[in-house]
């Protein structure tokens, strides 16, 4: 088992514990994992010096602990987290700023070399498919950015960047355009943005490119990167994931949306659904404006909740809370539509447009 | 080692393994290590309690691109060092008074 697999599995097993305290028990083992890593134990051996995962998950349920109150000390370090993740976000932000002036220069060119950090070739590339008949689109990476970008084209592409330690799968099969990359670096080279702060490596992302109108589902997975995507006018299902970055959505359309990531913010920007949507993270704040949905569900730690959603007040049946801080919702029942917001030690302020 | 009494001795050891100078997860592991066997899911939960007492403070440091979780012993927890020297006086009295009975049983 990698160590991905064995995070992947070990996340399910906890599925029991509260979220927040579930990342944190994660992020410690993955911390001490990668530590090992870092002084030369190979990753199947530092996996396997963890111990069977069900036996681990077993022992870390079985010490599982009731809530406690905050005492000082923690108070402390969730300040200092939170800090960490404004620097991260700003450190992203820069990221992206970056990224938009590569892209770009770049956009006429199908094939172009040029010399990584460390020394090797790589080389970018593009994978196209017609949308017509694609149900999924589907990317599935590691430690990459992931931009989806919105086209008037009837073609899907995919443009990425080969590098020595990075392995991908591209393909267009039963109608799953599929995008997947394994990170082979174990770690050492995660994302410059992340280090010198504002210009992105073009190894660390992959945009795809969709028809604006695309109408099948979209799964983005990726891990310590952030996700955007923006102009997406009927989507079907939309489901992102990662870990330690941002997801920042724009202008989407879709049956449901489903947005997870951890120590990041979520931004939403005009995104309306038919279904539910759904926006969960960590330590950070997640920040909407302008949404539309019938069933929104919003749910962070140590992070604020703010912004507007469309519609009355008097629509929605509100479940609300947050502790250490104020929240002007009142928890409320009646409305046809459902509006659940949670947080710890953040402000919620929510706004209605009518 | 007994276990309940390895338990009270390696919340001190883990103390006394930041108490020079914060350390993080892997580094106290195999600080620790060097006098008694200490493995992650023995170390988390001892972390959580020391944390939670207000004996550590913890923070975070970017290291090659991730998050590194540090901790930094607090006044309180120093003095729980002190008072754990303390009660040792006590023990030594305890495994005296053991010694000697066992002795005379003979």
Redesign the interface.
């Given at each position: 088992m990698n160590k991905k697999q064995y995070f992947r599995r070990l996340k399910f097993l906890l599925r029991s514990l509260p979220r927040g305290e579930r990342e944190k028990i994660l992020q410690f083992y993955r911390e001490i994992l990668e530590d090992k890593i870092e002084n030369g134990i190979p990753e199947e051996n530092a996996v396997n010096e963890l111990g069977d995962v069900h036996v681990l998950a077993q022992k870390i349920l079985a010490e599982n602990p009731v809530r406690r109150q905050m005492s000082p000390g923690k108070i402390v370090a969730i300040v200092l987290v939170s800090f960490f993740g404004v620097v991260l976000v700003a450190a992203l932000t820069a990221a992206a700023l970056g990224f938009a002036a590569y892209t770009q220069v770049k956009t006429s060119a199908t094939a172009s070399s040029s010399s990584t950090r460390d020394g090797g070739e790589k080389e970018s590339r593009t994978y196209a498919a017609a949308a017509d008949g694609v149900l999924t689109v589907q990317v599935n990476a590691e430690n990459k950015k992931i931009e989806l970008v919105s086209t008037d084209g009837d073609q899907i592409t995919a443009q990425y960047c080969t590098a020595q330690d990075q392995v991908y799968k591209l393909s267009n099969q039963n109608g799953v355009f599929s995008v997947a990359n394994k990170d082979l670096s174990h770690g050492s080279r995660f994302p410059d943005s992340w280090i010198n702060g504002s210009v992105i490596d073009p190894a660390d992302l992959i945009t795809v490119k969709i028809p604006k109108d695309f109408a099948g589902d979209i799964t983005v997975e990726t891990s310590n990167s952030a996700i955007a995507a923006s102009d997406f006018s009927k989507l079907g299902g939309f489901r992102c994931e990662t870990s330690n970055s941002a997801i920042c959505l724009s202008g989407i359309s879709a049956r449901d949306v489903k947005l997870e990531s951890s120590n990041a913010l979520i931004s939403m920007e005009n995104i309306s659904t038919a279904g539910q949507l759904s926006a969960r993270t960590d330590n950070a704040a997640i920040s909407l404006e302008r949404i539309a949905s019938p069933d929104i569900k919003l749910e962070t730690t140590n992070g604020m909740i703010r912004g507007t959603i469309q519609g009355r007040e008097n629509d929605y049946t509100i479940d609300a809370d947050t502790t250490n801080a104020v929240s002007n919702l009142q928890s409320r029942s009646g409305g046809e539509k459902k509006l659940s917001v949670h947080t710890s030690n953040g402000l919620i302020h929510i706004d209605f447009d009518e | 080692m007994d276990t309940q009494l390895k338990k009270g001795v390696l919340d001190i050891c883990v103390l006394a393994a930041v108490s020079r100078k914060d350390s993080?997860?892997?580094?106290i592991?195999r600080d620790v290590s060097s006098c008694v066997t200490i493995?992650?899911?023995t170390l988390?939960?001892i972390?959580?309690r020391l944390?939670?007492?207000?004996?550590?403070?913890?923070?975070?440091v970017?290291h090659?691109?991730?998050?590194?979780?540090y901790y930094r012993i607090?006044d309180t927890g120093r003095r729980k060092i002190k008072d754990f020297f303390e009660e040792w006086q006590d023990l030594v009295r305890i495994h005296d008074f053991i010694c000697q009975e066992a002795e005379t049983d003979e």
């Open positions: - | 993080y997860g892997y580094q592991i493995s992650e899911s988390y939960p972390l959580r944390e939670s007492g207000g004996f550590l403070a913890v923070y975070s970017a090659n691109g991730r998050l590194r979780k607090t």
